[in-house]
């Protein structure tokens, strides 16, 4: 009878030996399934947050390389003699060339790694946040100080211009061939001077060019002007020339119809050209043969002997005997 009651605890305590190990078992699997359910929970959101912060660096790096390699490359390229504060354009470049951090990413093992590659993507991410706003700030500072000397630059080259303009206007008046080209001169003059007032350097950079152009404009209607009237100062004195020479050729025309010759009365003079005279030289007396003597009807016998030394004037030297004279 005993035996029966020991045989029914025996089964008793085999079924709660039993049913202990099963909740001992169920315990186990769900605390290992707690276990596992945190472990996977602790690794999602370890990838969650270094996908998030890896969105954020990609962000920030677009903003940055946007700038880096537009405004900034741009401001760049602006020297120090093109800005009124050099120290710009040297904060800039130092900002420019900065050396990027190392690329870091989501693509690892465990939760811990997981966090490690976040932290190093949180501090990218930052480095770029700082750098973006430090590189803007170089870039406005560099273009600020373009954009002021570039403003002043306008202004006295305008200033110049419209100086020179209002020279042109005073010194051009009742000078040129057509004044229409100082009446546009003197209205732009008008324009430009409300401009250097302002602070568009555009508009006073354009407005020094056409005051410029219009000047020469001016120079040009001066010089026409000059030239036609030396070109009519030539042909007035063309035709003062040539009207001079024909009314001096009707004159020399009319002189010679009205002169007459005047009468003249000559009488030779005659003057005896002085002569010297040059007695001949003598020779010695030739003997004389007498002639045969002629009977002329009057009985006179004429001994015709010749006669010495004698000249063409009719002077003779030696015995001139030029008659025999018989009777007489």
Request: with cysteine; aromatic share 4%; glycine share 8%.
């Amino acid at each position: 009878m005993n035996t029966n009651t020991g045989g029914k605890r025996t089964k008793r305590t085999i079924a709660v030996a039993a049913a202990a190990v099963v909740l001992v078992a169920l315990v186990a699997a769900g605390i290992g399934l707690a276990v596992r359910q945190r472990t996977s929970a602790r690794l999602a959101d370890a990838r969650g947050a270094c996908a998030q912060a890896s969105e954020t660096l990609r962000v920030a790096q677009n903003e940055y390389n946007t700038l880096h390699d537009g405004k900034a490359a741009e401001a760049v390229k602006i020297t120090g003699k093109q800005v009124e504060d050099e120290d710009t354009v040297t904060v800039l470049a130092a900002a420019y060339t900065e050396q990027t951090p190392d690329l870091a990413a989501c693509n690892v093992q465990g939760v811990d790694r997981l966090r490690e590659a976040t932290a190093r993507i949180d501090r990218n991410a930052a480095w770029y946040d700082t750098h973006t706003a430090d590189l803007a700030k170089a870039v406005d500072a560099v273009n600020e100080s373009y954009d002021a000397k570039t403003l002043k630059d306008a202004k006295e080259a305008l200033s110049k211009q419209l100086k020179a303009a209002q020279e042109k206007i005073k010194g051009t008046d009742g000078k040129v061939k057509d004044d229409k080209t100082r009446k546009d001169l003197k209205a732009m003059i008008d324009k430009a001077g409300k401009t250097k007032d302002g602070d568009d350097a555009n508009a006073m950079g354009e407005q020094a060019k056409q005051l410029k152009d219009l000047m020469g404009k001016v120079d040009a209607s001066v010089k026409a002007k000059a030239d036609a009237d030396r070109k009519a100062a030539e042909e007035q004195a063309r035709k003062e020339a040539e009207t001079q020479a024909a009314a001096q050729a009707q004159a020399n025309a009319q002189t010679q119809q009205q002169y007459v010759a005047p009468q003249q009365s000559y009488t030779p003079t005659y003057t005896a050209p002085q002569q010297t005279y040059t007695a001949p030289q003598q020779s010695a007396p030739q003997p004389v043969t007498p002639s045969t003597p002629s009977t002329g009807s009057g009985g006179m016998i004429f001994n015709t002997a010749p006669v010495l030394g004698c000249d063409e004037l009719g002077g003779c030297s030696g015995n001139y005997d030029g008659f025999n004279h018989n009777g007489f």
